[in-house]
């Protein structure tokens, strides 16, 4: 177990550092690489617990996937996926197991796929049900809608899919991995509106990258049968959700710093956290493949926003909130409840711990600022998120603040603390 102990005050932060790889971008093509009839390199890959979950899980449904250098992997891919030989440990990736339950319903055998502590308290519930209309038999063996998941194999039969999209995109990412294989062209019809969006057109390019068609209006999506997949060479790009982290912390300490590898053209929704800072005050520089901050000393504007289709964002929104001059208001926080830990009730016991008045009223989060904000002990419930957020509101905290079981940020970004000791802040691992 590792605590950081951050000493705060007035913090100022200076250099540049690069945003680590995309962790959304990585699982995707692993996994289209895994299914492709042929060889794929997929390079500048995102190296964390998740995606090792996803390469494991790849390699036991028999892609041949080696690491030739760090961050580098070359894909043999398996377009008829093995039956696995043992039971698939998603480890806590919830893009682990819901995008690939529907995959191993292509097998010819039976699939078990479970995960740690917090990946089963996760709903699985809208996936299997989807499943079971386009003709896959696959169950929670605890009857109750969560991990472990049995997937009985020997292909999907198609057609018509009701699921509703505003549980997880994740869900129908999965389904439009697995069905171009279905034997008859299928139909997912979301009963609700979708929310995370972006994550789905992520998912639709690499998919197109690949040679697998999709046609949708977000809405119904019409994917045809006896698709294959072609081999397909990745560059992964930067994670505008990781990079969230220093930018904000720039952003609270008045600091002037750089990100490289951001694509100014990208299609991650996260890329919406520049639209958050300018709305708080922060001078944001947009380069091509880079973000510049450049700090003041004046307080930070309250946010007014709607978090819907970018919920990773939400905990650094929390941090630029507590902050900032009054009342903010954050909307959409309603599924951050099944994330890591309950991140809304995660949020609220720690940030209060330091001082922060947060109210929570369903579906909005209100975080008053321009209180005194101290340093605290800080549980980060086993989330990664939690744990970067109060890290970062530790720097322009008075006194000093242990975050105690840190590990749980190598979910998403290994290099966390590194990168923020770059750029001068004061961690201590210990």
């Known amino acids: 177990m590792t605590d950081l102990v951050i000493r705060g005050g007035e913090a100022s932060l200076s250099g540049c550092i690069e945003a680590p790889p995309s962790k959304a971008y990585t699982h995707r093509a692993i996994i289209a690489s895994a299914l492709s009839d042929g060889c794929s390199t997929v390079r500048n890959a995102l190296i964390c617990d998740d995606t090792l979950a996803t390469i494991n899980a790849c390699r036991m449904l028999g892609a041949e996937i080696v690491e030739l250098s760090d961050g580098t992997f070359r894909i043999f891919g398996s377009p008829k996926p093995e039956t696995p030989n043992n039971i698939i440990d998603c480890r806590g990736s919830g893009s682990t197991i819901r995008f690939l339950t529907p995959v191993c319903a292509l097998a010819d055998g039976i699939s078990v796929l479970t995960g740690n502590e917090s990946l089963r308290r996760r709903p699985m519930k809208p996936l299997l049900d989807a499943l079971n209309q386009i003709g896959v038999k696959c169950y929670s063996t605890r009857m109750n809608g969560y991990p472990p998941i049995i997937v009985f194999g020997g ?140 700090g003041s000393s004046q307080r930070l504007k309250p946010l007014n926003v709607d978090m819907r289709d970018n919920p990773d964002l939400v905990p650094v929104c929390v941090v630029l909130a507590a902050f900032a001059d009054g009342k903010s208001v954050i909307r959409g926080i309603r599924r951050l409840r099944f994330k890591e830990s309950n991140r809304v009730e995660a ?57 105690h079981d840190a590990e749980c940020i190598n979910k998403s970004y290994p290099n966390f603390v590194r990168d923020m000791r770059i750029l001068g802040a004061d961690i201590i691992e210990r």
């Open 347 to 403: 949020l609220l016991s720690e940030f209060s711990k330091m001082g922060v008045k947060i109210n929570v009223l369903d579906d909005v989060m209100e975080v008053y600022g321009g209180g005194r904000i101290h340093g605290a002990e800080i549980d980060p419930h086993g989330d990664h998120r939690i744990a970067m957020a109060c890290a970062i509101a530790a720097l322009k905290a008075s006194g000093e603040t242990v975050i």
């Open 155 to 294: 292909g999907i039969k198609g057609g018509k899919a009701n699921i509703r999209g505003d549980v997880s995109s994740q869900f129908i990412s999965g389904l439009l991995f697995a069905t171009p294989m279905a034997e008859k062209d299928t139909e997912i019809v979301l009963t609700t509106p979708l929310e995370s969006k972006p994550y789905v057109e992520m998912t639709l390019n690499i998919l197109k990258k690949h040679g697998i068609a999709a046609r949708t209006d977000f809405h119904v999506f019409h994917v045809s049968s006896g698709q294959r997949y072609r081999p397909h060479d990745h560059f992964i790009e930067g994670d505008y959700s990781s990079a969230a982290f220093p930018l904000s912390a720039a952003a609270i300490t008045g600091s002037n710093i750089k990100v490289k590898n951001l694509l100014k053209e990208t299609l991650q929704g996260d890329r919406f956290i520049i639209d958050i800072l300018n709305d708080a005050g922060v001078y944001v520089n947009v380069g091509e493949d880079f973000i510049e901050i450049e």
